[in-house]
């Protein structure tokens, strides 16, 4: 019975919204009774992964508020439609905003996967969301609200909560949802709403810094961010710079995010705000070499990738606080054991801007890099490594021929090249580690030379106490 009047309440707010079109007025509390009804009845939050409950009553909540977008669409003019919103949606206003929350903002419906055959008569597997109708009408109702109703009625209703929530709301699987989100997202933004989105996605990212979880919408929440900086003005103001080193920056170490689209998007982010002001790109090379991916080849290679965007877009001159630093991080790549890490790292050579830097600084480029390229050019068990590093030779010589041959004649060893044979680097380091233990030997006589097992942690510099502990204590 219930479903059946709130049916007949619709069927009458209906009528009375095409009476009141041409000209035909229902009394006041006739259309805000049948109104109400709907919004009420929409708010009845019902269990959408359950396909066997309520399905009815699911049903015409759509059919609902899809009517209702309908006729709001038909008035002739504004005014008309400005009169109605007065009418109808301004003392209603709450009830409407927490109808839109509890449909939007709650636990997104699970995707069922189907399995179909495509043209070559193959079966694949297709993920569909049987809630994306209702998604997109009550995201169609939330739309008319922000453009059409003035902001002195609405900014006591979006608060900085609804804001939080509605970026929460990223958080989903579906891209067809995110894709809807993004639609309101820049109507809001528009509508001053910005400071509030603004620090919503700020906390949203804070929050995969610190707590560790990962969050279907970064890449849409980054894309957001994006959209809004390319309207900020230059010289950027001391708040987005902040920002930009205190949320952007810190999102390269999140270990969840390794793969090469989110780093992509953060990387166009980063840069929007380096083109704007371009000492900020200082501070992002400093913490990539700082949060250095030791264990994870391809995060390596997108740092790579993001070290070279970065020298491209820089000045010889304004690398000179981190040149050294800079330098011995991809002379540890070229010259590691990990044949992809320095076959990217040689590409450097092949960037006209690294090689401006390279001969800039060719005081301290020639020592650090002869020495090594050359043993591996003579040396290295890979016979396509060697051969690039040869080549890697020939390019150096040529760029400046008198530092080479001078680099050459020292012979600094700053690296000790993975080759054949380097029994001689063995031996050195067992001669340095007899040395260490003999000076520990006098100062404690029960010592013990440490066994390296996976359950010992072997250091002098351990923060925990100054002597060897257990894993497991």
Same mark, same amino acid.
């Given at each position: 019975m219930q479903n059946n009047k709130q049916f007949h309440s619709f069927e009458t707010l209906s009528q009375q919204l095409k009476n009141y079109i041409i000209r035909k007025k229902p009394t006041i509390k006739e259309i805000n009774d049948s109104f109400l009804d709907i919004i009420l009845f929409c708010s009845i939050e019902y269990d959408l992964n359950d396909l066997s409950k309520n399905q009815k009553e699911k049903q015409q909540q759509i059919n609902y508020i899809k009517e209702l977008n309908e006729q709001l669409g038909k008035f002739p003019t504004d005014f008309e439609k400005q009169n109605m919103l007065k009418l109808l949606f301004i003392p209603n206003m709450k009830l409407i905003i927490d109808m839109i929350s509890i449909n939007l903002f709650r636990r997104p419906a699970a995707m069922i996967k189907e399995i179909k055959p495509n043209l070559t008569y193959e079966f694949e597997v297709i993920e569909t969301n049987p809630q994306r109708e209702r998604f997109k009408c009550f995201s169609d109702f939330l739309l008319f609200i922000v453009i059409e109703t003035e902001q002195k009625y609405l900014k006591k209703f979006i608060t900085k909560q609804f804001i939080c929530e509605f970026v929460q709301s990223f958080n989903r699987e579906d891209s067809y949802e995110k894709d809807e989100l993004f639609r309101l997202f820049k109507n809001l933004y528009c509508f001053q709403y910005a400071r509030n989105l603004r620090e919503a996605l700020y906390q949203q990212l804070r929050s995969l810094i610190h707590e560790d979880y990962k969050l279907e919408g970064v890449q849409t929440i980054l894309w957001s961010i994006y959209q809004f900086t390319r309207g900020f003005t230059t010289p950027l103001r001391e708040e987005h710079v902040i920002t930009f080193k205190s949320v952007l920056i810190p999102l390269y170490k999140? $270990?969840? /995010?390794?793969? !090469?689209? /989110? /780093?992509?998007? *953060?990387? &166009? *982010?980063c840069h929007e705000f380096i083109s704007k002001d371009s000492s900020l790109a200082y501070s992002l090379l400093e913490a990539i070499i700082r949060y250095w991916p030791y264990d994870n080849t391809q995060k390596q290679l997108i740092f790579l990738n993001i070290i070279l965007g970065i020298i491209e877009i820089c000045?010889? +001159? %304004? *690398? $000179?606080? &981190? &040149? +050294? !630093?800079?330098?011995w991080r991809l002379a540890q790549c070229i010259t590691g054991s990990n044949l992809q890490v320095a076959d990217r790292a040689m590409c450097f050579f092949e960037n006209e801007s690294f090689l401006k830097v390279f001969i800039y600084y060719k005081a301290l480029t020639y020592p650090l890099f002869t020495y090594s390229i050359c043993q591996l050019a003579n040396n290295h068990w890979h016979p396509v490594m060697k051969q690039s590093f040869t080549l890697l030779k020939t390019i150096i010589k040529?760029?400046?021929? +008198? %530092?080479f041959e001078e680099a050459l004649a020292q012979k600094s060893e700053y690296f000790f090249p993975i080759v054949n044979g380097n029994i001689k680097l063995i031996y050195k380091n067992e001669e340095k580690w007899k040395i260490i233990f003999a000076q520990a030997k006098q100062k404690d006589p029960s010592i013990s030379e440490p066994i390296f097992i996976d359950t010992n942690v072997i250091t002098e510099n351990n923060i925990l106490n100054k002597k060897y502990i257990r894993v497991g204590d």
């Open positions: 999140v $270990k969840l /995010f390794e793969d !090469k689209d /989110f /780093f992509n998007d *953060l990387e &166009i *982010l000045e010889c +001159q %304004s *690398l $000179k606080n &981190i &040149i +050294q !630093k800079l330098l040529d760029l400046d021929n +008198q %530092s």
